[in-house]
T-cell receptor
Framework: QKEVEQNSGPLSVPEGAIASLNCTYS??????FFWYRQYSGKSPELIMS????GDKEDGRFTAQLNKASQYVSLLIRDSQPSDSATYLC???????????FGKGTKLSVIP | GAVVSQHPSRVICKSGTSVKIECRSL??????MFWYRQFPKQSLMLMAT?????????EQGVEKDKFLINHASLTLSTLTVTSAHPEDSSFYIC???????????FGQGTRLTVV
């Protein structure tokens, strides 16, 4: 069974700092990786996807993938209080379309 | 991104009654939809995979007779919680992927409270 591991946190960073969220996975064959953000009481929303080794940048967000080491990370630059949420790492599960989620890392950005 | 609409967003029901939750893909066709459940401070747990025109596939430990899933069209899947009990109180979320897509989009979620 595919496993996705995340540090549950909470991770606290001051406003304006860089938040670094990490995720490791067990299946070397995984090809697609996703980061979702979930505010309390809300459903997850997709913020980044990455398929190739290296970095992928989108605004203040950068996803980093290292397939050899089986980890994927998410960097949030210039963190804002509105970034405070739980960030979920996900990758395709055993089936062809379902996703396996990590437990999520709770991020708190302190004003 | 694609839009998935889930209804209702919040429901309170009495113990022993049944509740139906709808999940619609608004601007794309989804042959497969997924139903998740999330208890407070826990991660999303896949309950079942809903396949259009065929029986749903349930994850281990999920009672198929209690959580009835119907996926009658390419844009609609329903989850019915039958004979609900307080322990079924949770946040239920559906998601769908486009037929040729790789990203999953989530509905708004349904907060079920059984009293």
């Amino acid at each position: 069974q595919k496993e996705v591991e995340q540090n549950s946190g909470p991770l606290s960073v001051p406003e304006g700092a860089i938040a670094s969220l990490n995720c490791t996975y067990s299946d070397r064959g995984s090809q697609s990786f996703f980061w979702y953000r979930q505010y309390s009481g809300k459903s997850p929303e997709l913020i980044m996807s990455i398929y190739s080794n290296g970095d992928k940048e989108d605004g203040r967000f950068t996803a980093q993938l290292n397939k050899a080491s089986q980890y994927v990370s998410l960097l949030i630059r210039d963190s804002q209080p509105s970034d405070s949420a739980t960030y979920l790492c996900a990758l395709p599960g055993a089936g062809s379309y379902q996703l396996t989620f990590g437990k999520g890392t709770k991020l708190s950005v302190i004003p | 991104g694609a839009v998935v609409s889930q209804h209702p967003s919040r429901v309170i029901c009495k113990s022993g009654t049944s509740v139906k939750i709808e999940c619609r893909s608004l601007d794309f066709q989804a042959t497969t939809m997924f139903w998740y459940r999330q208890f407070p401070k826990q991660s999303l747990m896949l309950m079942a995979t809903s396949n259009e025109g065929s029986k749903a596939t349930y994850e281990q430990g999920v009672e198929k007779d209690k959580f009835l899933i119907n996926h009658a069209s390419l844009t609609l899947s329903t989850l019915t919680v039958t004979s609900a009990h307080p322990e079924d109180s949770s946040f239920y979320i559906c998601s769908a992927r486009e037929v040729l897509g790789t990203e999953a989009f989530f509905g708004q979620g349904t907060r079920l409270t059984v009293v």
